[in-house]
């Protein structure tokens, strides 16, 4: 599951030397887990009743890592788009992963499992954000991550479509 909060700040920036309104979309956004084994409630009981089980309080997971640098993943590309008529600069500010997809592909004796995920690329990946402002968000994937103790772990971008 992911945990999001919204807030929208105006402020006076520069934008090519120039002096315009920032008006800044700022999506705060974690990945976060917890882990309970299926035995844990009944099923039947819950579809009957209505009455959900207790289950684990979600926690938010640090452990997510950028490739090369191996820092948090915070610091994020932003997507700007300038409206040049009223000299306003739009800037969507994204700090964290988003849609977290938790699975299990293989059935091993360390019970690992992998999240793939939506984000900005980070600002420190190889390649860095673009200058022209556009960003756009793509999937990746942290494998092996171990239900009570996650850990640290790297996402690496999925080039989707690709042989490899």
Same mark, same amino acid.
């Given at each position: 599951?992911?945990?999001?909060?919204?807030?929208?700040?105006?402020?006076?920036?520069?934008?090519?030397?120039?002096?315009?309104?920032?008006?800044?979309?700022?999506?705060?956004?974690?990945?976060?887990?917890?882990?309970?084994?299926?035995?844990?409630?009944?099923?039947?009981?819950?579809?009957?009743?209505?009455?959900?089980?207790?289950?684990?309080?979600?926690?938010?997971?640090?452990?997510?890592?950028?490739?090369?640098?191996?820092?948090?993943? +915070? #610091?994020?590309? /932003?997507?700007?788009?300038?409206? *040049? !008529?009223?000299?306003?600069?739009? =800037?969507?500010?994204?700090? %964290?992963?988003?849609?977290?997809?938790?699975?299990?592909? +293989? #059935?091993?004796? /360390?019970?690992?499992?992998?999240? *793939? !995920?939506?984000?900005?690329?980070? =600002?420190?990946?190889?390649? %860095?954000?673009?200058?022209?402002?556009?960003?756009?968000?793509?999937?990746?994937?942290?494998?092996?991550?171990?239900?009570?103790?996650?850990?640290?772990?790297?996402?690496?971008?999925?080039?989707?479509?690709?042989?490899?």
């Amino acid at each position: 599951a992911h945990h999001r909060s919204h807030e929208r700040t105006r402020d006076n920036c520069f934008h090519k030397g120039e002096a315009v309104t920032c008006i800044d979309e700022i999506w705060h956004s974690d990945i976060v887990l917890a882990s309970m084994s299926t035995k844990a409630f009944d099923l039947q009981k819950w579809m009957i009743t209505g009455i959900s089980p207790h289950f684990k309080k979600l926690e938010r997971w640090s452990g997510l890592r950028t490739p090369g640098s191996l820092r948090p993943w +915070k #610091n994020l590309c /932003t997507k700007e788009r300038y409206i *040049s !008529f009223n000299r306003t600069l739009l =800037r969507l500010v994204v700090t %964290g992963p988003e849609d977290p997809k938790v699975f299990r592909l +293989k #059935n091993d004796a /360390t019970r690992s499992f992998d999240v *793939s !995920f939506v984000s900005y690329q980070p =600002r420190d990946a190889q390649e %860095g954000c673009r200058a022209d402002g556009k960003a756009w968000q793509q999937t990746y994937l942290a494998k092996g991550l171990i239900a009570h103790a996650p850990g640290e772990r790297v996402g690496y971008w999925l080039n989707c479509g690709a042989a490899q």
